[in-house]
């Protein structure tokens, strides 16, 4: 049995137009949620707000740094950091 089964054959045009029309809209908004997440996502942060995110001292964020374990990005004298490359960055320790 089809219970989830639609049968055109008993719809008006108006229904199947918003039926369609309701489909659409819902199928935009889930998109439009995920892609909000992935903006959040590329967050940049300071060197402060970096090191308050990771709970470290700047000097330990400095030397992550020149070992490569974080990248940071740079305008002139000011750096920033992915906040999903930090979230990557993250490894899971065994216990």
Do not use: P
């Not at 089809?2 to 137009?17: D, F, G, M, P």
């Not at 892609?35 to 090191?51: P, V």
């Amino acid at each position: 049995m089809q219970k989830n089964a639609i049968l055109l054959e008993s719809l008006t045009v108006e229904q199947l137009q918003q039926l369609i029309g309701t489909s659409i809209r819902n199928g935009i908004f889930d998109l439009q949620k995920e892609l909000q997440g992935q903006i959040n996502e590329e967050e940049l942060l300071t060197r402060d707000e970096t090191c308050k995110f990771l709970k470290i001292d700047s000097s330990t964020l400095w030397a992550w740094t020149n070992k490569g374990k974080v990248k940071a990005y740079g305008i002139g004298a000011r750096r920033y950091y992915k906040k999903s490359e930090l979230m990557e960055c993250l490894i899971l320790l065994k216990k």
